[in-house]
Nanobody, 122 residues
Framework: QVQLVESGGGLVQPGGSLRLSCAAS????????MGWYRQAPGSQRELVAM???????NYADSVKGRFTISGDIAKNTVYLQMNSLKPEDTAVYYC????????????????WGQGTQVTVSS
């Protein structure tokens, strides 16, 4: 089993900053990529940012220039620095990991954290 635990969510004012963290543990042979997704009420879950084991990053257009993903994939950790937050950023943020759990390449699955609430409001 693989577990992902997010932390750092909370209430912040528009224009403020927040830093999310995620730590993965369990049967992990290696991690190909980790990322952050978010889901607002009534909306589809969407990719926010992703980082690969090689350090390549991807961002949603809506957060590019404001959010920064970082971390050490080899150590099963990832962070999301969120600056210039807007009310539209309000959502549950989920950590995701593309995990290889064994020597066989067949043992590769996506895992999700429980989510952490981010609320941007005055």
């Amino acid at each position: 089993q693989v577990q992902l635990v997010e932390s750092g969510g909370g209430l912040v004012q528009p224009g403020g900053s927040l830093r999310l963290s995620c730590a993965a543990s369990g049967r992990i042979f290696s991690i190909y990529a980790m990322g952050w997704y978010r889901q607002a009420p009534g909306s589809q879950r969407e990719l926010v940012a992703m980082i690969t084991s090689g350090g390549r990053t991807n961002y949603a257009d809506s957060v590019k220039g404001r959010f920064t993903i970082s971390g050490d994939i080899a150590k099963n950790t990832v962070y999301l620095q969120m600056n210039s937050l807007k009310p539209e950023d309000t959502a549950v943020y989920y950590c995701n990991a593309d995990v290889r759990s064994g020597a066989s390449l067949r043992h590769r699955n996506d895992y999700w954290g429980q989510g952490t609430q981010v609320t941007v409001s005055s």
